[in-house]
C-alpha cells in the first residue's frame, strides 16, 4: 500500500441507516473495522449502530470527523444535498468512496440517468473542496446480500478513480469483505459506465428472483494491491 494511504481500521458511511449503507457497515463491523454509521437523524444512526460491533452512530457530520475514509450511501435524489453537507466539514487528506447510480423510477423498472457532471461520482468531485479525493465503487453490490452475514459473497467492485493511491486504499478498504475483489476500471470519468451498470443488474436480479453481481473472468488476479 502507498505510504501516506489512509489508516483502514475506520469508516465513516453517510446514508448508514439506508439499505446500502447498512449492509457495508454490517460487513466490515464484522470484519473489524471500526464502523461510524451517519444519518441525518443522530437517533436512528444510534439505533443502526446498537446492532453492530464496535459501532458508533451520530449526525453525518459528526461521524465524517476525522474519518479517514468516507462513504456516501444515499439515493441519487439526495446526492447533492449530500454532498454539499460534506463539502463543508470534509478535510484535505480524506478519501470519499461514492457508491451512488443515478436511476429513475420508469414505466418498465428503473432507469439509469446521467448527471451533469458525466456521473455521480464526477459530481461529488465537483461539489468537495480541493484537496477531497473520490473514488467511485459498490455500485452493483446488493444490499440485500451485504446484509444476510449468512450470504457468501463472490463477486468484483468496479472501482474508478484518478488516483492510484486511493484506489488502492479504496481496494483494501473492499477487500475487508470476504468474496469482494476490487477491480481497477480507469479514471473518475468512466464512473458512469458502472453506475448505468446498476440499473441493468436491479433488473436481472427481479426478473430472476436473484441477488447477482459482476464477474469479470480472465483475472487471475486483482489489478490493485490487497494486504497481506
Not at 451485504?146 to 493511491?165: F, P
Not at 481497477?184 to 433488473?203: K, Q, Y
Request: proline share 7%; net charge neutral.
Amino acid at each position: 500500500m502507498h505510504p501516506h494511504s489512509p489508516n483502514l481500521e475506520t469508516v465513516a458511511i453517510v446514508g448508514g441507516t439506508g439499505a446500502l449503507g447498512f449492509g457495508l457497515a454490517t460487513r466490515w463491523a464484522h470484519a473489524g473495522v471500526q464502523v461510524k454509521i451517519g444519518s441525518r437523524r443522530a437517533d436512528a444512526a444510534k439505533a443502526a449502530a446498537a446492532h453492530l460491533p464496535g459501532a458508533s452512530g451520530g449526525e453525518n457530520a459528526e461521524m465524517i470527523k476525522d474519518a479517514p475514509v468516507v462513504v456516501v450511501a444515499v439515493p441519487f435524489s439526495a446526492h447533492i444535498e449530500t454532498v454539499r453537507t460534506i463539502a463543508g466539514v470534509i478535510q484535505p487528506g480524506q478519501l470519499l468512496i461514492d457508491t451512488t447510480a443515478p436511476m429513475v423510477p420508469g414505466r418498465r423498472g428503473l432507469r439509469p440517468i446521467t448527471p451533469w457532471a458525466g456521473s455521480a461520482a464526477e459530481q461529488a468531485q465537483d461539489l468537495l473542496p480541493a484537496g477531497a479525493s473520490v473514488v467511485s465503487a459498490l455500485q452493483t453490490v446488493s444490499a440485500a446480500t451485504l446484509r444476510d452475514t449468512a450470504q457468501h459473497l463472490d463477486e468484483d467492485v468496479l472501482l474508478c478513480g484518478d488516483k492510484k493511491a486511493d484506489k488502492e486504499a479504496a481496494a483494501a478498504l473492499i477487500a475487508r469483505i470476504p468474496g469482494l475483489r476490487a477491480i481497477d476500471c480507469g479514471p473518475l470519468d468512466l464512473s458512469g459506465v458502472c453506475e448505468r451498470m446498476t440499473a441493468l443488474l436491479i433488473g436481472v436480479n427481479r426478473r430472476y428472483r436473484t441477488h447477482a453481481g459482476i464477474r469479470l473472468t480472465g483475472l487471475s488476479a486483482p489489478k490493485l494491491e490487497q494486504p497481506a
